[in-house]
Structure formats: structure tokens, C-alpha cells
């Protein structure tokens, strides 16, 4: 299972934290290491945005009000993991596009954007899911193990994943 949930990974940033999830724990855990399910469609809209915004544009109503031709928030998460007791956690690695507009190395931090990230995770929050967020700047390559390892290690103690 290893093998196909890596294969499904962009070489990107969640890639090696993937490998690194699966070696930092792995050894502990063995055959109980609860599955890191990358690329999770939490809400899946079929609609593209640009058919989303095609529709509110047509739409005879403000499309603040016609919810079914807004695109849904927050689809995709980077990473779902299911704990015992019915836990679910969500891990978001956080590149630039979390909290600017535009792909730009310059680009400016966005107030809205970083808005509706922090809006969307509340609802996460309320829906029963536990938020885990980590900036792109802490997981540089040199600095990757000791970050997974320690949040794991935290994170599974205090659900009693042992």
C-alpha cells in the first residue's frame, strides 16, 4: 500500500513527507502505523471553478446567494489520517498559494486568502476533525525529520496510538 499511495504524490513538498511519515514511524509501529491518505476529496464538486464561475455569472441572482453555482471551499486536503476512536485528522502543508495570491516568489501575503484558509478550517474544526498545518518554511529538507518525527510522535501519544 506504501508503494501506491507514494506513487499518487507529486514530487512536491508531500512527497517527502510522505517517505518521511513512513520512516519515522514505521519501525515503531509496524503493521498498527495508521495510513497517511494523501490527495483527500473532502467535499468533490464535478463542476471545474471555471464552470462554477460561468454559471454565477449567468446567474439572474447575486451569486453570493446561489450557493449551487459557487465553487465549494476547501475540496482537497493534503493529507487525511483516521485514528483510532473515530479521530480524523487533517495535515495541510502550506505553499505559498495558502496565503498569497499568485505563484510568484514576490507574490504578496493576501488577507482574503489567508481568511478563507482560516474560515475553512473552523468548519474542518466543527465537522469533527482535528487541523494540523505546516509551513513550507519548516519543512526544508534538513530540517524534515526532526519536524515529522516529533509531531508523530506527539500527535500518537496523545491519541494512544502505540
Same mark, same amino acid.
Request: charged fraction near 25%; hydrophobic fraction near 45%.
Given at each position: 500500500?506504501?508503494?501506491?499511495?507514494?506513487?499518487?504524490?507529486?514530487? #512536491?513538498?508531500?512527497?517527502?513527507?510522505?517517505?518521511?511519515?513512513?520512516?519515522?514511524?514505521?519501525?515503531?509501529?509496524?503493521?498498527?502505523?495508521?495510513?497517511?491518505?494523501?490527495?483527500?476529496?473532502?467535499?468533490?464538486?464535478?463542476?471545474?471553478?471555471?464552470?462554477?464561475?460561468?454559471?454565477?455569472?449567468?446567474?439572474?441572482?447575486? *451569486?453570493?446567494?446561489? &450557493?449551487?453555482?459557487?465553487?465549494?471551499?476547501?475540496?482537497?486536503?493534503?493529507?487525511?489520517?483516521?485514528?483510532? #476512536?473515530?479521530?480524523? %485528522?487533517?495535515?495541510?502543508?502550506?505553499?505559498?498559494?495558502?496565503? *498569497?495570491? !499568485?505563484?510568484?516568489? #514576490?507574490?504578496?501575503?493576501?488577507?482574503?486568502?489567508? *481568511?478563507?484558509? %482560516?474560515?475553512?478550517?473552523?468548519?474542518?474544526?466543527?465537522? !469533527?476533525?482535528?487541523?494540523?498545518?505546516? #509551513? &513550507?518554511?519548516?519543512?526544508?529538507?534538513?530540517?524534515?525529520?526532526? %519536524?515529522? &518525527?516529533?509531531?508523530?510522535?506527539?500527535?500518537? *501519544?496523545?491519541? &494512544?496510538?502505540?
Amino acid at each position: 500500500m506504501y508503494r501506491r499511495l507514494r506513487a499518487s504524490l507529486d514530487a #512536491g513538498i508531500e512527497r517527502p513527507f510522505f517517505e518521511h511519515y513512513f520512516k519515522a514511524c514505521r519501525a515503531r509501529l509496524g503493521d498498527r502505523l495508521p495510513a497517511l491518505v494523501p490527495q483527500v476529496y473532502l467535499h468533490y464538486d464535478p463542476k471545474s471553478v471555471h464552470e462554477r464561475v460561468r454559471l454565477a455569472a449567468a446567474a439572474p441572482r447575486p *451569486a453570493a446567494t446561489d &450557493g449551487d453555482a459557487l465553487p465549494l471551499p476547501r475540496q482537497r486536503m493534503d493529507f487525511l489520517l483516521l485514528l483510532p #476512536g473515530q479521530v480524523r %485528522v487533517v495535515l495541510e502543508l502550506d505553499g505559498q498559494q495558502h496565503y *498569497a495570491v !499568485g505563484a510568484d516568489a #514576490g507574490a504578496a501575503a493576501s488577507p482574503a486568502q489567508y *481568511a478563507r484558509m %482560516v474560515s475553512a478550517d473552523r468548519d474542518l474544526r466543527l465537522d !469533527g476533525y482535528e487541523v494540523y498545518r505546516f #509551513g &513550507g518554511y519548516e519543512l526544508q529538507a534538513g530540517r524534515l525529520d526532526d %519536524v515529522v &518525527g516529533s509531531f508523530f510522535a506527539r500527535l500518537f *501519544a496523545r491519541h &494512544g496510538v502505540a
